[in-house]
């Protein structure tokens, strides 16, 4: 599996790109530069048997920050997610995703005026990602280094996500996302009491409210 899981992977998300290139609406923006907020939570397993996994261990509500652009259906992003626990701030999550990103409209609700006549205020998104993640166990400090990293190393992420156009360049929405990981440790420890932290695989679920503005055409 963890051979195998990366491969089949990147393979599934070519042939979801091919296909749903062909399908491409009409409507969809050729560029779009899109940035926000996102509010929500993360969490997940390890299957590396006695190695602590990040996602278990640090999983919980988090807010944060997205930044990326889009060309047809090709989507590059970059996250990170700020994690809260009992104690107030704690872990961190930042990730570097490339994907499929589809938008579908739905519903009859149009806008009827400016430079986006025609399009539908409501879009539903299959989405397909794989890329990296950073993870720390506390808060960061910059510069960010090694030392602060307990967990590095490549996300998948499958999903679907839905956003409601306010007006032409801002959106409300959710997504939510089921994906597999494999991280290898850093140079701060996930957890002293254990020695074998060389790498840990596993599963991940993602979801967040979105808020995000866009500016493309």
């Given at each position: 599996?963890?051979?195998?899981?990366?491969?089949?992977?990147?393979?599934?998300?070519?042939?979801?790109?091919?296909?749903?290139?062909?399908?491409?609406?009409?409507?969809?923006?050729?560029?779009?530069?899109?940035?926000?907020?996102?509010?929500?939570?993360?969490?997940?397993?390890?299957?590396?048997?006695?190695?602590?996994?990040?996602?278990?261990?640090?999983?919980?509500?988090?807010?944060?920050?997205?930044l990326g652009v889009k060309l047809l259906i090709f989507d590059v992003s970059v996250n990170f997610l700020q994690i809260f626990d009992s104690s107030g701030r704690g872990a961190t999550l930042t990730q570097g995703l490339f994907g499929v990103n589809i938008d579908v409209p739905v519903g009859n609700q149009k806008f009827q005026d400016g430079v986006e006549r025609g399009k539908s205020k409501n879009i539903i998104r299959p989405i397909a990602n794989i890329g990296v993640a950073l993870g720390t166990p506390e808060p960061v400090h910059l510069p960010v280094d090694n030392a602060q990293l307990s967990s590095k190393g490549l996300v998948s992420y499958w999903g679907v996500g839905y956003e409601h156009f306010i007006n032409e360049f801002m959106g409300v929405g959710a997504v939510a996302n089921f994906g597999y990981h494999y991280f290898i440790g850093g140079g701060k420890s996930e957890d002293p009491t254990v020695m074998n932290q060389s790498h840990s695989a596993g599963y991940q679920f993602a979801g967040f409210a979105t808020l995000t503005f866009h500016l493309g055409y």
């Open positions: 599996m963890k051979n195998s899981a990366p491969r089949i992977l990147l393979l599934a998300l070519a042939v979801f790109g091919a296909a749903s290139l062909r399908a491409r609406p009409a409507e969809a923006r050729l560029i779009d530069l899109h940035a926000g907020a996102i509010a929500g939570g993360v969490t997940g397993w390890g299957t590396t048997a006695n190695t602590p996994d990040f996602f278990k261990r640090r999983g919980g509500p988090g807010v944060g920050a997205e």
